[in-house]
């Protein structure tokens, strides 16, 4: 059975920085052939895409709205992948969550990610 969990949620004051983190079980032989991606559901929202990375990290992709703020990444070592979200700003707050995708493609479509994770808390007060 895969399981994503993340961590390192929280409360933040508008200017700061969160590093998310998933570690990803189940997946132990596959993982490093998995598209890996962020995406956040505000209140009363639809789940948006927030950024994506492909197995090798050789693809990476960004929403427009947290481009050159946020950063993905992976390590397939250890089965993990991670968001460094820096100069955060109320609209960010949200529940995140981590997905994983069989695709070996970028994907930016909820409906290509196969596992998903039960979501961090990213609260930003102003």
């Known amino acids: 059975q895969v399981q994503l969990v993340e961590s390192g949620g929280g409360l933040v004051e508008a200017g700061g920085s969160l590093r998310l983190s998933c570690v990803v079980s189940?997946?132990?032989?596959?993982?490093?052939?998995?598209?890996m991606a962020w995406f956040r559901q505000a209140p009363g929202q639809e789940r948006e895409f927030v950024a994506a990375?492909?197995?090798?990290?050789?693809?990476?992709q960004y929403a427009d709205a947290v481009k050159g703020r946020f950063t993905i990444s992976r390590d397939n070592a250890k089965n993990s992948v991670f968001l460094q979200m820096d100069n955060l700003q109320p609209e960010d707050t949200a529940v995140y969550y981590c997905?994983?995708?069989?695709?070996?493609?970028?994907?930016?479509?909820?409906?290509?990610?196969?596992?998903w994770g039960q979501g961090t808390q990213v609260t930003v007060s102003s």
């Open positions: 189940g997946r132990s032989l596959s993982f490093n052939k998995d598209t």
């Open positions: 997905a994983g995708s069989l695709h070996t493609i970028l994907i930016i479509q909820p409906r290509g990610y196969d596992w």
């Open positions: 990375i492909t197995k090798n990290s050789d693809e990476i």
